[in-house]
């Protein structure tokens, strides 16, 4: 079953303007993870968050983790072409001792226009 | 430094054919895992290994075996494809199921594209 669910599933914008994704997650977790996923190749790891952490910076990148709605959004500010991507978000749950396999959304397919 | 490698890049199969998927990391990690993604969808984890030696079910795992052959090296076996299981299969690596700390991300290979007719 699916622990994350991203929103909006596609995003259009211009070179140069911000791109907000969010993510809602249903269980009580550890940490929350961002990934990108180029077409046809792998993921690659952006960002983590932890449980206690509010917001965290990498780069372009910002994300926001509020655990009592149980959501999280990744801002990429000044978006490039080469953003163009899907991004999931992952959640390692909290089994009560239990951690480090991921739950992973379906992810948001960013499109960046020149 | 080639990360996690898997191949084939891409295989077709008739139903009923059987097939292993191979993966291996060269980070030294511990954890190894194997997902499938499907149209539209995240990726469901299939089986995972903590540890040489040990394997252990995710949420998709019927139609599937694995073989955590050392500790570099984990497979992902169909015995009797059917249908139903052509998808993307990755395989990802972690230092450690249980470390806290930087290294808590996983590595993910480029996949491999299964069409089962």
């Known amino acids: 079953s699916q622990q994350g669910e991203e929103d909006p599933q596609a995003l259009s914008i211009q070179e140069g303007e911000n791109a907000t994704m969010n993510c809602s997650y249903k269980t009580s977790i550890n940490n929350l993870q961002w990934y990108r996923q180029n077409s046809g190749r792998g993921l690659v790891h952006l960002i983590l968050i932890r449980s206690n952490e509010r917001e965290k910076h990498s780069g372009r990148l910002r994300v926001t983790l509020d655990t009592s709605k149980k959501s999280s959004s990744l801002l990429i500010t000044a978006s490039r072409a080469a953003d163009t991507a899907s991004y999931f978000c992952a959640t390692d749950r909290n089994y009560g001792g239990s951690q480090g396999n991921l739950i992973f959304g379906k992810g948001t397919k960013l499109s960046v226009k020149p | 430094n080639a990360g996690v490698t898997q191949t084939p890049k891409f295989q077709v199969l008739k139903t009923g054919q059987s097939m292993t998927l191979q993966c291996a990391q060269d980070?030294?990690?511990?954890?190894m895992y194997w997902y499938r993604q499907d149209p539209g969808m995240g990726l469901r984890l299939i089986y995972y290994?903590?540890?040489?030696?040990?394997?252990d079910k995710g949420e998709v795992p019927n139609g599937y075996n694995v073989s955590r052959l050392n500790k570099r090296e984990f497979s992902l076996r169909l015995e009797s494809a059917a249908p139903s299981q052509t998808s993307v299969y990755f395989c990802a690596s972690r230092q450690d199921r249980l470390f806290q700390g930087p290294q808590e991300t996983q590595y993910f290979g480029p996949g491999t594209r299964l069409l089962v007719l």
């Open positions: 980070m030294n990690h511990n954890s």
């Open positions: 290994s903590a540890s040489e030696g040990t394997t």
